[in-house]
């Protein structure tokens, strides 16, 4: 993350310029702090996740796993006053991040970048194969603290299609099995409605 001082601004005095830089420097360190918290929160949400799946499978029923998974997000939304089924989607982007782009999630750790940077990567790479996957983590992070997310998130597209070995329209097919559909109530009996799916029906 970008942590110089804003030194550009004209018109003020000395003492004004200290207490800028002292500022934006303050700013600086409470944003790799942030990052190194949302690190922590992944860590233990893929853990919670780990505990349900494990539970899930020692269950009889067949359908264990997913019921397990979905109670352990219920128990989370309950203490973070969120819905269920963000509570779900943040376990599974904790465990994209965490068991499958390692050195993203070691940056995040260590502060050099944020969590909208650490998004953009593993949304970029997640369709990757698993060799492909790791370059692709290794070598995008030291670009992704020089830049802004979304300078990032053309590089990083750019970068996951030269390592895909598939064609653009495999690419499609694959990205369409993780299409869904949720409902997130609202206030005043409105409800959002979120989806993924392909821009044209093939």
């Known amino acids: 993350m970008n942590t110089g001082a804003a030194s550009s ?3 003020l005095d000395p003492a004004e310029r200290m207490v800028t830089a002292l500022l934006v420097g303050d700013i ?7 990052a190194r918290l949302e690190a922590l929160k992944a860590r233990s949400l893929t853990r919670l996740a780990g505990i349900a799946h494990a539970s899930g499978e020692r269950s009889p029923n067949r359908d264990g796993i997913d019921y397990a998974r979905r109670s352990m997000a ?6 973070t006053h969120t819905h269920p089924i963000a509570a779900k989607h943040a376990m599974e982007d904790a465990e994209t991040l965490t068991l499958r782009f390692p050195a993203t999630f070691d940056a995040l ?3 050099t970048i944020s969590a909208k940077h ?11 194969h698993p060799d492909a996957r790791a370059a692709f983590d290794s070598s995008t992070v030291p ?3 020089t830049m802004t997310p979304g300078e990032l998130s053309r590089v990083a597209k750019k970068r996951a299609a030269e390592m895909a070995d598939l064609s653009p329209r495999e690419r499609h097919l694959r990205a369409r099995e993780r299409r869904f559909v949720s409902i997130t109530d609202l206030d005043d009996g409105m409800s959002a409605l979120r989806m993924n799916g392909p821009s044209l029906e093939l």
Do not use: K, P, Q, W
Request: no cysteine; glycine share 12%.
């Open 9 to 11: 601004l004209t018109g």
């Open 28 to 34: 600086a360190r409470y944003d790799r702090a942030i």
């Open 74 to 79: 219920a128990d989370i939304a309950a203490a």
């Open 109 to 111: 750790a260590s502060g």
């Open 118 to 128: 650490a998004r953009v990567i593993t949304e970029a790479g997640s369709g990757l």
């Open 143 to 145: 670009v992704a603290e």
